[in-house]
C-alpha cells in the first residue's frame, strides 16, 4: 500500500477491506468534518444518520516502531475527558470538564511571529488547509505520576510549522495559550504567571512525534483538553502539551515557560520523561496508569521508562547533554 493511503488509513481506522464501504465512507466523512478538513479538502458536509465507529484496527509494526502507535489498553475516552489538567479552569482534575464549557473555539486564531519569512494572524482553518489529520496513540506521562494512553488526531506540528519558513535563527519556538479572564474562570488565582507559556527546542518541535493535536477518539478536541488545537510531545512529560494555542513565536533563545517560571528546581525546560532523575518530592521512577475499568480510575503501578518509551526515536536528540542536568 502507498504511504498516503496508508497513513490516510490510519488515520480514519479503516480495514483495508472496507476502503469501498458506504458505512466507511460515512465514518470517514463525520471525522473529516469533526476536524474542520472538508473546507480544506473541497468537500461538504452531510447529515446522514451515523454508524457506529468500526473496531479498532490493531496497530501495523511499522507504526509501532516509529512509536506512532501502541498496542497497549486505551484509557477511557470518559476518563481521558473528565480527569484533566488545565489550570486556566482551576486546579481539581474535574474542574475543567464542568468549568471549559465556556471556552469558545470558533472563530479561532494563531498569530505566528518571529524568526520566520512568513508571519501572519491565521485562522485555525487556514492554519491546517489541505493537511489531512492522522491519528497517533501516544503514551502521556503527567509530571504528577499518572499517564494514559490516548488515541489523538492531529497533524505533525513540522508540517505546520514549515508553512511560515522558519528562518536559521530559529532555535526555538515559544507557545501561547488563550488567556480570557471572560473564558477562564482560573485566571483570578494567580496560580500560574498567565499566560500558560511553553517551548521546544526547533529540533523538537520539527520531530516526527510531536503532534499539533484537533481531536481525540475520533472527534474534535473537547474544550478541557485544549480545544481547538494544542501541542502533544509524548517523550516529555505532560506540562510541556500546551493547550488552546493562540501563538507560535519562532525564537532565537530558549524562551521562558510557564512552569520553569514558577518552580526551576521542579519543572525543567526539557523535561523529558526520566525515572531516574526523581522531582523534588516524589519519585518518578514509577507511574499510575489510568486504564480504568468502570470505577476505578487507577490500575496498578508500572515502571516509568526514559523518555516515556520513546527512547528509541528521541534520545538522539539529547545526545551528549547531561539528562540530570538538563532535566
Ligand atoms: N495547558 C494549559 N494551557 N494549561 C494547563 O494547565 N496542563 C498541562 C498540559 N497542558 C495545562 C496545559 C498538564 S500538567 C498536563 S498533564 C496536560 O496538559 C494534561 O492534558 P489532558 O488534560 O488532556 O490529559
Not at 12 to 18: D, K, N
Not at 127 to 132: A, I, K, P, Y
Not at 174 to 184: G, K, S, V, Y
Not at 259 to 267: A, K, T
Amino acid at each position: 500500500m502507498s504511504p498516503s493511503l496508508r497513513s490516510l488509513r490510519t488515520a480514519l481506522r479503516i480495514p483495508a477491506t472496507e476502503i469501498a464501504d458506504e458505512a466507511v465512507w460515512r465514518q470517514r466523512r463525520r471525522l473529516l468534518a469533526g476536524l474542520g478538513a472538508l473546507p480544506a479538502l473541497g468537500l461538504s458536509g452531510c447529515a446522514e444518520a451515523e454508524p457506529p465507529p468500526p473496531a479498532r484496527e490493531p496497530p501495523g509494526r511499522e507504526e509501532v516502531a516509529a512509536g506512532f502507535s501502541t498496542d497497549e489498553a486505551l484509557t477511557r475516552e470518559a476518563d481521558v475527558t473528565s480527569y484533566n489538567n488545565f489550570y486556566e479552569f482551576g486546579t481539581g482534575k474535574a474542574d475543567p470538564s464542568r468549568a471549559a464549557k465556556t471556552l469558545r473555539t470558533s472563530p479561532w486564531h494563531v498569530e505566528v511571529s518571529g524568526e520566520c519569512a512568513k508571519p501572519g494572524r491565521v485562522s485555525f482553518d487556514d492554519l491546517l488547509r489541505g493537511f489531512l489529520p492522522e491519528e497517533r496513540v501516544y503514551r502521556l506521562r503527567c509530571v504528577e505520576g499518572w499517564s494514559m494512553v490516548i488515541p489523538w488526531l492531529g497533524v505533525p506540528l513540522a508540517q505546520v510549522l514549515r508553512r511560515f519558513e522558519p528562518t536559521s535563527k530559529a532555535k526555538f519556538v515559544a507557545f501561547t495559550t488563550l488567556a480570557d479572564r471572560e473564558q477562564m474562570p482560573g485566571l483570578r488565582y494567580r496560580s500560574i504567571d498567565w499566560p500558560y507559556r511553553e517551548g521546544l527546542r526547533i529540533d523538537e518541535a520539527m520531530h516526527p512525534l510531536t503532534l499539533l493535536a484537533t481531536g481525540l477518539y475520533g472527534k474534535p478536541l473537547p474544550q478541557q483538553n485544549g480545544a481547538p488545537l494544542r501541542l502533544v510531545v509524548p517523550w516529555k512529560y505532560g506540562f510541556k502539551s500546551i493547550k488552546s494555542i493562540v501563538a507560535i513565536r519562532f525564537v532565537e533563545r530558549m524562551p521562558p515557560t510557564a512552569w520553569n517560571d514558577l518552580q526551576p528546581r521542579e519543572y525543567g525546560f526539557f523535561a523529558n520523561v526520566n525515572p531516574a532523575v526523581d522531582h523534588p518530592r516524589w519519585s518518578q521512577a514509577s507511574e499510575r496508569r489510568i486504564s480504568g475499568s468502570e470505577g476505578r480510575l487507577f490500575a496498578d503501578r508500572i515502571p516509568t521508562r526514559p523518555f516515556n518509551g520513546y527512547a528509541e526515536q528521541v534520545a538522539g536528540l539529547y545526545a551528549g547533554m547531561d539528562l540530570r542536568r538538563w532535566y
